[in-house]
């Protein structure tokens, strides 16, 4: 075991498989020589040469596109969007080949390709730097999106992505990327993909959230506990395909539910939730569902991002009117 935090848990997954797989190659802006913005990818290079790691040119489409046909060819291309705002580019490229390739060639090519995306706000940056865009892509039938909220399950997920025969994205929270260590193992393992996580057990009401909102809703259960309430929370870990059995299990548990996510409002994960209760779990209702999520604007810029972001105090407040309804 080795204490880790994110980056250094995404680094050592990228460098299992890009060990024992020589079909894995891992590239996009800046992950070669420099080891990417935010060092995820440091050391990788000089180890593993710069066939296998290496630089893409500034194009999002084109470093899209290049793993299309290198996935068509047998490879398992791991591609990096510098920032989750600059692959608006690559779009195109996602809904129209590396989504429906599979079902396009009837089964002949599969399309082994795990997009990583720092992602979220939180760091103060500038535009195009701190989208949530997570539901825009669970929506595009062909993909998996994958969402890790600590070293151990960012490793494990990893591994699983990167195995998947089906393209992942997979939105690494860079607000927490070093905000959490913990001890993982430094063995190969993996974590299922498509299964969530209950973390704290609880009978007043569920909460469910992923990625850099876990860390803000545990802040929340601190005033939770202290004002009497249980709070059972639970990480989502996969955004599509949803755990839908997890999250209906734990309402009919408690009656409740309380969805935490940075996303705008609209439109989101949080809406499909709320669907799923009503059709898996409507009857065990004891208070409207409530989502906890950012306003539908753009993230802010710098000056003003505070106003944006998810708060515990936030949670806690809608924890607390949940439970008194």
Known sequence: MKAMNIVNAVNDALDIKLTEDKSVVVYGEDVGYEGGVFRVTEGLQKKHGVERVFDSPLAESGIAGTAVGMAAAGLRPVIEMQFCGFIYPAFNQIISHVSRMHNRSRGKYRMPIVIRLPYGGGINALEHHSESMEAIFAHIPGLKVVVPSTPHDAKGLLISAIESDDPVLFL???RIYRAIKQEVSEEKFSVPIGKAKVLSQGTDVTVVAYGAMIREVQKAMVMAKEAGYSVELIDLRTIYPLDKETI?????KTGRIIFVGEEPRSFGVGSEIMAVV??????HLEAPPKRVAAFD????YPRGEHHYMITPEKIFYEIERTIKF
């Open 278 to 283: 009503n059709e898996e779990a409507f009857l």
């Open 172 to 174: 690494e929270p860079k």
């Open 297 to 300: 604007v753009i993230v802010p």
């Open 248 to 252: 209906a299990a734990s309402v009919k």
